[in-house]
């Protein structure tokens, strides 16, 4: 299963609302992961099951989707927010790919 | 709290081998699934492979099958890596995850471990 994300880079302000599409090839109900990465950092899940929040995230962050098509949105964005964001999916049995990454800058 | 902890990365030539650890505390480590994931410099998240929790069940991407083995050490709390003939695009950051037991999500990382193959 290939997942595809976009756009690859992002440039944004604090306060805007920001959007980043993940696309399966084929479909993967709800088993979408997003996590954000910082630099030098390991990756954190901010979004599992393609909507729920992950405890202690804020709730800027939220996530939609089914299937095929899954979006990952910040509503207000804040400084501490410039990563790069990539989806995984977690259908079934292993590999367990990850999207390119999107990068916010 | 959580902690996994990876050692065993370094420099070795291509055609070499390393094995790369993973100490877990803070929880019921035998209780969890555990997965190894990448990322060469400057590039994306690429999964490795995974254990299940009895370590009856391995799984690993294309590009390390038959030169990678996952294991792990229930009693020792520790995942394990063994990487054998290494080439160049083997070098990367190492991550352990553990696995969420529902939707299978990542929800605790290592903080990596570089491996650098390279003559």
């Known amino acids: 299963i290939r997942l595809t994300q976009s756009p690859s880079s992002l440039s944004a302000s604090v306060g805007d609302r920001v959007t980043i599409t993940c696309r399966a090839s084929?479909?993967?109900?709800?088993?979408l992961a997003w996590y954000q990465q910082k630099p030098g950092k390991a990756p954190k899940v901010l979004i599992y099951?393609?909507?729920t929040l992950q405890s202690g995230v804020p709730s800027r962050f939220s996530g939609s989707g089914s299937g095929t098509d899954f979006t990952l949105t910040i509503s207000s964005l804040q400084p501490e927010d410039f990563a790069t964001y990539y989806c995984?999916?977690?259908?079934?049995?292993?590999?367990?790919?990850f999207g390119q990454g999107t990068k916010l800058e | 709290e959580v902690q996994l902890l990876e050692s065993g990365g370094g420099l070795v030539q291509p055609g070499g081998s390393l094995r790369l650890s993973c100490a877990a505390s803070?929880?019921?480590?035998?209780?969890?699934?555990m997965s190894w994931v990448r990322q060469g410099a400057g590039k994306g998240l690429e999964w490795v492979s995974s254990?299940?929790?009895?370590?009856?069940?391995?799984y690993y991407a294309d590009s390390v099958k038959g030169r990678f083995t996952i294991s792990r050490d229930n009693s020792k709390n520790t995942l394990y890596l063994q990487m054998n003939s290494l080439r160049a695009d083997d070098t990367a950051v190492y991550y352990c995850?553990?696995?969420?037991?529902?939707?299978?999500?990542?929800?605790?990382w290592g903080q990596g471990t570089l491996v650098t193959v390279s003559s």
């Open positions: 803070g929880f019921t480590f035998s209780s969890y699934a």
């Open positions: 995850a553990r696995q969420a037991w529902t939707h299978y999500f990542y929800d605790n």
């Open positions: 995984q999916q977690l259908n079934n049995y292993p590999p367990y790919t």
């Open positions: 084929q479909g993967i109900r709800n088993y």
């Open positions: 254990i299940r929790t009895s370590g009856g069940s391995t």
């Open positions: 099951a393609a909507s």
